[in-house]
């Protein structure tokens, strides 16, 4: 129930202010005011333009336009809260598809990702293997690409991340894979939020292994 809870306020706060199998481990399915003069204000606006530079450092040029369409509908939306979101979430959706909870992952994601993790996980069972992998660390998480379509908000965060794998067979045996050596993996998640409905919870769309 906890681990229920802390993904269900995860996600109710993504974004918001107040928000491997081997080698393929997921299934694919400007300011224009005058500075004001003085010191006070001159601290503050060299906060905002470092702010400011932060998060041009996390959100490629392509994404940009994009990025500030999404803040013009959504005024509550942080870039640096939903990444934070964003990174938890990578972790929690990993995590739970390898130990095949499929509770944990289905109120994660939008109903065709799940699907996908559902019908992965079920093959998996079938063939008595178990996935004994870990997320040793994410070594960066930028946005890729932002676009609202129809009403839905749609924001691509590329992962670059380091994961050890371990596929075990029923009996416990390692049939491939080694938890002392970490994989480099590079892979693009979209996670979507309805922006027309009152609902604050971002779903994962879309995984893309680069």
Known sequence: MIFALLALRLFAVLGR???HEQQRQLPTPADDRPVAVGRARDAQGDVQAAAQRAAESVVAMPAQAGLRALIAADRSFDVGQFLTGARTAYGMVLDA???GDREALKPLCAPH???A????ITEREAEGLKLDNRLVRIDSANIADVRIDNGTAFVSVRFESDLSAVTRDKDGHVIAGSLDDAIDTVETWTFSRDMRSRDPNW????TDED
Do not use: N
């Not at 779903?203 to 879309?206: K, R």
């Open 203 to 206: 779903q994962l769309a879309d």
């Open 97 to 99: 598809y390898w130990k």
């Open 17 to 19: 202010r107040t928000g």
């Open 113 to 115: 990702v799940y699907e």
């Open 117 to 120: 993790f559902d019908q992965a």
